[in-house]
């Protein structure tokens, strides 16, 4: 039986991304295409499959397409710069790891409001979580994590000027980020290792979401049967 284990991002792989930087044309992507497969899709696949266990076992994990949607973008290249996976929890409420030229980048957390979810965030930080996310934040920023929040500019509706928790009500997503630049290691299951501790840091902060911000819809309001 074929061994199916991560064993890490091969050099071809940083090595595709870099000439595909010089050459992002279907021509060349056709041409290229089977070098993609088996040292960026292949272990990208295994190593997402390796932790989908650990961090989501129902949902598992997704490898995304390598093709670009230009359709209302200035870019008309056809290829994504960078190979990306996720293991979701809850709607746009994940673990998110990317594999580029640059390295691998390491993510998680809530990327983007969906539905209920923006009500449903409000509500939790207006009934008392407000410390609580603030204290996720500062930890993760004093540990050398990227935290975006894509906070509004204005203060959401309803809400008063004076609100001492308008800061985290003008949230409007919560990610976390760590970036691994190209080095021996990551042709290894070193790599794998480094993933996984990054997801265990970050957990508490996608688990708090997953409780408090969770699917897009009400699960009360949909048909049953």
């Known amino acids: 039986m074929a061994d199916h284990r991560f064993t890490g991002f091969p050099p071809e792989a940083f090595a595709f991304y870099d000439a595909l930087a010089a050459n992002n044309t279907r021509p060349w992507w056709q041409e290229h295409r089977g070098e993609y497969e088996a040292s960026v899709r292949a272990p990208m696949t295994a190593l997402v499959e390796e932790l989908s266990e650990e961090f989501s076992a129902e949902a598992g994990g997704k490898v995304y397409r390598p093709y670009r949607d230009s359709r209302f973008s200035r870019n008309k290249t056809p290829i994504k710069d960078h190979q990306g996976a996720v293991i979701m929890v809850e709607d746009a409420i994940g673990y998110y790891v990317q594999v580029s030229a640059a390295g691998l980048m390491v993510a998680g957390g809530w990327y983007a409001p969906q539905g209920q979810q923006i009500v449903r965030f409000r509500e939790a930080v207006g009934s008392g979580h407000a410390a609580h996310v603030r204290g996720l934040v500062h930890a993760l920023e004093k540990k050398g994590w990227d935290v975006q929040t894509r906070s509004l ?60 911000v969770g699917p897009a819809t009400d699960p009360a309001s949909e048909p049953v049967g």
């Open 153 to 212: 500019k204005t203060r959401p509706r309803g809400v008063d000027a004076e609100d001492p928790n308008l800061d985290v009500l003008r949230y409007r997503c919560l990610t976390a980020a760590r970036y691994l630049p190209v080095d021996a290691s990551l042709g290894t299951r070193r790599a794998l290792t480094s993933v996984r501790n990054g997801w265990r840091a970050i957990r508490p902060t996608v688990e708090w979401l997953a409780d408090h």
